[in-house]
């Protein structure tokens, strides 16, 4: 306890590349307290070792926790912006499209057939953007989306 009362702006360095390194390998830098309470502990560390700050530790307590906030209001919206950046939420994904079947009934915007599959009973309808208009009994069919039981489908390429 000497030690850290006396070297007060090691102490808070210290704290703040502890609470960014526990960030980063325990929860990969997906809890902001501490990142931001890391930052601000670095922060602080640095301002009383140059000697901008006062080594107290109730300076200190009040430093950590004014950049703290200060970090968080600055970072959050680009952060939030970066986490966004490049992530391409996949739609209507599935392992089911792609599945080739054989249709039991005719099919069109108007007609639906029905196919069990998976321990399910799906209903079978005509994909959007399908080019068919409808398309026959005994046709191949590729399921091109789902739905919360519902294939759509359209023709399935011939080998």
């Known amino acids: 306890m000497d030690y850290i009362t006396t070297h007060q702006a090691e102490s808070w360095f210290l704290l703040g590349c502890l609470l960014l390194v526990l960030d980063m390998t325990v929860f990969g830098f997906s809890s902001g307290v501490f990142l931001f309470v890391g930052i601000g502990g670095l922060i602080t560390g640095l301002l009383m070792l140059v000697g901008i700050l006062p080594e107290t530790q109730m300076v200190g307590i009040a430093s950590i926790g004014l950049l703290s906030v200060a970090a968080a209001v600055l970072l959050w919206k680009p952060l939030k912006k970066m986490q966004k950046k490049g992530v391409v939420k996949?739609?209507?994904?599935?392992?089911f499209i792609g599945y080739e079947f054989i249709l039991a009934d005719?099919?069109?915007?108007?007609?639906?057939?029905?196919?069990?599959?998976?321990?399910?009973?799906?209903?079978?309808?005509?994909?959007?953007?399908?080019?068919?208009?409808?398309i026959k009994k005994g046709t191949r069919v590729?399921?091109?989306?789902?739905?919360?039981?519902?294939?759509?489908?359209?023709?399935?390429?011939?080998?």
């Open 90 to 95: 996949p739609e209507n994904t599935s392992d």
């Open 106 to 134: 005719d099919i069109s915007p108007q007609q639906n057939s029905r196919i069990r599959y998976s321990g399910v009973d799906w209903r079978v309808e005509l994909a959007a953007g399908s080019e068919q208009a409808a």
């Open 142 to 159: 590729k399921v091109m989306s789902i739905d919360s039981g519902i294939f759509r489908v359209g023709l399935a390429a011939l080998d």
